[in-house]
């Protein structure tokens, strides 16, 4: 017998090796396996079994690792498939498969000494006063960690061990599970009742879970069972989801939910801990994402694969998660670019769910009140079955937007007020009735430049084609991009100029933090950006400090802006709306509709109607005047006419081709001989677009310089076969790197 092993060393090939007859029962698809490689040894997964090898001289398999196999064969397609469209090794998307967690062979699950009451037999020994107080404890809890009984008692582990002596106690190791979520109180919660929108929505969801052998893949001209569930703010997608998933459990299948990172907050965990912590449907619910420990991550990823968790909750990796058997995959905020990796496999975690739920036969519903066009125009064409809720629920209203002009602002207050009147008053008024206020501006630090208005000098990053933002807080510059900072300069760093008069320009986070504090003294003001953030539970504990009432005034970058739902929040004002407007990206403006609209839909969640100020030097731009009207048809039927015109996506599939390296001559010049090579091989090709070859919008980056190919195809698989080929004969000179991006979801 012979085991086709992919090995955890990228070299985008595969090796045979026989199998020992003593490990035949142990090695199956998807196993562990140390093996020898040259003069070493390997780690690697078998990815087949075959009768017999075209290779002579095999050698054998050395070790089995674990007691069963940690991918499942479903999930091994999954990532072949991942492989040949993202153009990657398959090693690598093995890699994304398994957590590092789970792949560290001297990773396990951590032991800690428990004390556990023992059946006593004949006359009670006995004991001294210590000694009994002691049992006293062990009698009430029955079984304890030691730790915790020395803890409670005060006492040594030999004034235990004495009880252990006398036949009264047991001490042995026991599993103790590293939960991320031990010391939260889950207060079990019961299906709400659902208004007539989210019934009609929910019985086309259990219509097609009910269905019985789906089809592998969408029968032509029928939607698939694919759902996109397209729903205003508010308008309570997470009850379907909850209500759908529990069909599934009865059913006796699992699901997997998937979050954007920065929207994986207590509220949404404990929405979904709540509902199935009690019951018949009853069944521990797994977290995974990447602020988790290495040892919780472990913990959490074996409940799912021991089948004790039937429920993953996770940011885009956990689309892998071995749920067996699989029936429904939510992917909540399709639109998120965050689904999007960054790095090899430069996979998109809702595609993946897509494709996986067809080959395993599931469910999945998309869910968005501001879909990605690519969703909205696959559901308008048919692959998807749309399935839409206008409006939230009890009836409350969406806010009140409104829109301020900066530009009068400016000539007004002859300079760029941080604050408009208009939100000025607006925040004052919401602080005397005790309601609470969120502002959001997606730039941390204090200013974002540190410019000379005498020659128009702009302190730039040594590394980074961007300039320097400056934080107050540790009076430094700082590049968000490559970590370099340095201190701010007293003057011009320009030798000709070298004028006092340097000043910032622009606005963050810290410098809107330090106005409100001024303008607002009695309020109690809370920032929350990633500067904020630096330990795990300052995101939990921040956000309770909002839910409770102990912060008025919230204010942060994006990870505020979705997700959250606070009733007292009656105010949101976007400080400045046209930050994402202007980056060279065709999906500017949908990615300034999408924020707007999320972060819009904070407001009036409870019983007093939301209010909304869009603060803009843009005010008529059609991303933002949508925005204003909740009105997601219109802004998709005039962008969707941009994107056909210029043969876009989704009107077309996209692969970013980005060369890096150093020395910029030899960059341009190798990016000119692949456009080349590209030419020459799509020759024969005639739906593909191929582009110039051109610098990145960001040319240089941590110390690189960037190069850039754009194509765009109708026909993305066999295109990236092909790029595949191309990128493995390519031979690029020392210090130059080609990385693919297929289906990029950002151009700089």
Same mark, same amino acid.
């Given at each position: 017998m012979v085991a086709r092993v992919t090995l955890e060393i990228a070299l985008g090939r595969e090796f045979d090796y026989t199998i020992p007859e003593e490990l035949l029962p142990r090695v199956e698809v998807g196993s562990r396996v140390r093996v020898p490689f040259g003069p070493r040894q390997a780690m690697g997964c078998v990815t087949a079994l075959l009768d017999h090898s075209p290779h002579a001289r095999l050698r054998p398999i050395l070790q089995v690792?674990? #007691? +069963?196999?940690?991918?499942?064969?479903?999930?091994? #397609?999954?990532?072949?498939?991942?492989?040949? @469209? &993202?153009?990657?090794?398959?090693?690598?998307?093995?890699?994304?498969?398994?957590?590092? #967690?789970? $792949?560290?062979?001297?990773?396990?699950? $951590?032991?800690?000494?428990?004390?556990? /009451?023992?059946?006593?037999?004949?006359?009670?020994?006995?004991?001294? %006063?210590?000694?009994?107080?002691?049992?006293?404890?062990?009698?009430?809890?029955?079984?304890?960690?030691?730790?915790?009984?020395?803890? *409670?008692?005060?006492?040594?582990?030999?004034?235990?061990? %004495?009880?252990?002596?006398?036949? *009264?106690?047991?001490?042995?190791?026991?599993?103790?599970?590293?939960?991320? @979520?031990?010391?939260?109180?889950?207060?079990?919660?019961?299906?709400?009742?659902?208004?007539?929108?989210? +019934? %009609? !929505? *929910?019985?086309?969801?259990? !219509?097609?879970?009910?269905r019985p052998n789906p089809t592998p893949r969408p029968v032509p001209g029928e939607p698939a069972r694919v759902f996109l569930l397209h729903g205003v703010t508010g308008s309570g997608k997470t009850e379907v989801y909850l209500q759908a998933i529990a069909h599934t459990l009865g059913q006796g299948r699992g699901a997997i939910v998937l979050v954007p990172e920065i929207s994986l907050t207590p509220q949404t965990v404990e929405r979904f801990k709540s509902r199935f912590c009690h019951g018949p449907l009853q069944t521990l619910v797994a977290v995974l994402h990447s602020h988790l420990s290495s040892g919780e991550r472990h913990d959490e990823w074996h409940k799912i694969r021991q089948g004790r968790a039937r429920i993953a909750i996770g940011a885009r990796s956990a689309v892998f998660a071995p749920i067996e058997p699989l029936g429904l995959i939510i992917v909540d905020e399709e639109h998120e670019h965050s689904y999007k990796q960054e790095e090899t496999p430069r996979y998109h975690a809702r595609d993946v769910a897509v494709l996986r739920a067809q080959k395993e036969g599931a469910v999945v519903v998309l869910g968005s009140a501001t879909p990605s066009l690519e969703s909205y125009y696959n559901a308008r064409q048919g692959k998807y079955r749309l399935l839409e809720l206008p409006t939230r629920v009890d009836n409350q209203r969406l806010p009140i937007v409104r829109v301020v002009d900066l530009r009068h602002e400016v000539r007004r207050e002859r300079g760029s007020p941080i604050l408009s009147p208009l939100l000025r008053e607006a925040i004052l008024q919401r602080l005397e009735r005790r309601e609470q206020v969120i502002l959001f501006l997606n730039r941390r630090g204090y200013a974002n430049a540190l410019q000379c208005p005498r020659c128009g000098h702009v302190v730039g990053c040594p590394n980074c084609s961007v300039a320097l933002t400056y934080h107050r807080t540790n009076h430094r510059l700082c590049c968000h991009l490559c970590g370099h900072w340095e201190?701010?300069?007293? #003057?011009?760093? +320009?030798?000709?100029? %070298?004028?006092? !008069?340097?000043? &910032?320009?622009?606005?963050?986070?810290?410098?809107?933090?330090?106005?409100?504090?001024?303008?607002?003294?009695?309020?109690?003001? +809370? $920032? /929350?950006?990633?500067?904020?953030?630096?330990?795990?539970?300052?995101?939990?504990?921040?956000?309770?400090?909002?839910?409770?009432?102990?912060i008025d005034l919230l204010i942060g970058t994006q990870m505020i802006a979705k997700g959250l739902h606070f009733p007292n929040v009656t105010l949101v004002g976007i400080v400045l709306a046209d930050m994402s407007l202007h980056i060279p990206d065709f999906r500017a403006a949908e990615r300034t509709f999408q924020l707007l609209t999320q972060v819009a839909g904070r407001a009036g969640r409870g019983d007093i109607e939301g209010e909304v100020i869009v603060q803009s030097f843009t005010p008529f731009h059609s991303a933002i005047q949508y925005a204003r009207r909740h009105d997601f048809i219109s802004f998709y039927e005039q962008e969707i006419e941009f994107r056909r015109e210029l043969s876009y996506p989704p009107l077309a599939r996209a692969a970013l081709l980005t060369l890096r390296g150093r020395n910029e001559d030899k960059v341009r010049f190798t990016t000119d001989h692949l456009h080349g090579l590209l030419t020459e091989a799509f020759h024969d090709e005639t739906d593909y677009i191929l582009g110039k070859p051109a610098p990145a919008p960001l040319l240089r980056a941590e110390g690189f310089y960037r190069y850039q190919i754009l194509l765009r195809t109708r026909q993305m698989l066999r295109t990236s076969r092909r790029l595949a080929a191309i990128h493995h004969r390519l031979n690029l000179p020392e210090g130059v790197t080609l990385a693919i991006d297929v289906d990029p979801v950002n151009l700089a």
């Open positions: 690792v674990g #007691a +069963q196999p940690l991918i499942t064969p479903k999930v091994l #397609a999954l990532a072949r498939w991942v492989a040949e @469209y &993202y153009c990657c090794p398959a090693e690598i998307a093995l890699k994304s498969v398994l957590p590092e #967690a789970v $792949r560290r062979e001297e990773a396990g699950w $951590r032991e800690r000494l428990c004390v556990r /009451m023992t059946p006593v037999s004949g006359p009670f020994p006995k004991l001294t %006063r210590r000694q009994n107080d002691v049992w006293q404890v062990i009698e009430e809890w029955r079984e304890l960690p030691l730790q915790e009984l020395l803890r *409670l008692t005060g006492t040594t582990a030999e004034t235990v061990r %004495r009880l252990e002596d006398k036949g *009264l106690i047991a001490i042995a190791p026991r599993v103790a599970e590293r939960d991320p @979520y031990a010391n939260e109180t889950i207060l079990p919660s019961s299906p709400l009742t659902l208004n007539p929108e989210q +019934q %009609r !929505a *929910l019985g086309e969801i259990l !219509a097609a879970l009910e201190n701010p300069p007293n #003057a011009c760093p +320009q030798r000709e100029c %070298r004028s006092p !008069a340097i000043r &910032y320009a622009g606005i963050g986070t810290q410098r809107v933090e330090e106005a409100l504090r001024r303008q607002f003294p009695q309020a109690r003001i +809370q $920032r /929350m950006d990633s500067d904020i953030l630096q330990r795990k539970e300052d995101y939990r504990r921040i956000l309770g400090d909002f839910r409770t009432g102990r």
